[in-house]
């Protein structure tokens, strides 16, 4: 597993994450109607497995159902062994400000810090932090003071579209930024990774696979979401490869930059994970492929954004 320093905090990380949403909620595009969510057992299994592959950063969240659980008794002997990230809630939709946020706030990290059971956190993010929120900077004053405590080491963000990235940026307090950045989805070459640079701010690069469209899932696309289905159709030929050839691409294309310095890898099975640790030991793509990719246009928020995507309506399966 090769490593990248995670922007100015010094953190030596893997250059692919473990993403733990599917531990804890649903998520993805359902095959045949149906998404299968590990039990705890198996989620305990995919945790250690990712360690013993070389993956030393797990990313999770408060709102990601029980993963936050699920990683603290996984790992709980294993706690030396990896960089561990988690967010609190933005509150923007309950429009919280003063000591009540700061309150909130303040409860979200102890609750973190119970269910993952650990001392400290390594990287606490905002979650999904619009950019008045970034601008009003009331969340981050709190964050600060949870640093000061010790309870957390570095301060990001999770944040979609340019203008709450270049925000948080230019404020020079977050440290690390967790954005979308996958081969479809090209935005962030225009002006975020080259800021993030010049800054020193880590990048995390999330939805790599685009919610499951860069891989073979991209056939159970409802009709609404047509134009993407073709758009993972023209990628897969540039690069003349099969659907089975989508995850190798989507990772190597991501990783042939820097920043990212750590690209995420939400899993919900250790094939699934093995499968994109292969494929990050391939290296970066050839120049000429990047270049041909670099052709495609695609910037249409309503299929960039999987919140924004028709409901997928997936039924769970334990």
């Known amino acids: 597993m090769k490593h990248r320093r995670l922007g100015r905090t010094g953190l030596d990380v893997s250059e692919i994450s473990l993403g733990t949403v599917e531990l804890g909620l649903p998520y993805g595009i359902p095959e045949a109607g149906r ?5 705890e057992a198996a989620a305990a299994r995919l945790l250690n497995k990712a360690l013993d592959l070389g993956i030393n950063f797990i990313d999770t969240a408060r709102l990601y159902g029980t993963a936050e659980e699920i990683i603290g008794r996984a790992l709980r002997g294993r706690r030396a062994e990896y960089f561990l990230a988690s967010k609190v809630p933005n509150f ?3 429009n919280l400000t003063g000591g009540i946020l700061r309150e909130r706030i303040f409860a979200s990290v102890e609750e973190s810090l119970r269910h993952l059971q650990s001392e400290a956190i390594d990287v606490m993010m905002i979650h999904s932090a619009p950019a ?3 601008l009003r900077g009331e969340v981050m004053g709190a964050l600060i003071d949870v640093k000061r405590k010790g309870q957390v080491g570095w301060l990001g963000a999770s944040v979609y579209g340019e203008e709450a990235a270049l925000a948080a940026i230019a404020d020079g307090r977050y440290d690390c930024l967790q954005i979308a950045y996958n081969l479809l989805d090209r935005r962030p070459e225009k002006q975020i990774l080259n800021r993030a640079r010049a800054a020193r701010v880590g990048i995390i690069a999330r939805s790599v696979l685009l919610k499951g469209a860069l891989s073979h899932r991209y056939r159970h696309l409802p009709e609404g979401l047509a134009a993407l289905r073709h758009a993972v159709e023209q990628a897969m030929a540039l690069a003349d490869v099969s659907a089975d050839g ?5 990772y190597r294309y991501v990783l042939s930059r820097q920043p990212p310095d750590t690209a ?12 994109v640790v292969a494929a990050a030991a391939r290296g970066p ?3 000429n492929l990047i270049a041909e990719i670099a052709k495609m246009a695609i910037d249409q928020e309503n299929l960039l954004n999987p919140g924004t ?3 997928l309506a997936p039924v769970p399966q334990t």
């Open 246 to 250: 989508l995850v190798e691409l989507a």
């Open 92 to 94: 923007a939709d309950e």
């Open 35 to 39: 998404l299968v969510q590990p039990d």
């Open 309 to 311: 995507w028709p409901d």
């Open 132 to 134: 008045d929120v970034i």
């Open 285 to 287: 793509l050839a120049d």
């Open 264 to 275: 995420l890898a939400g899993a919900s099975s250790i094939a699934e994970l093995e499968q």
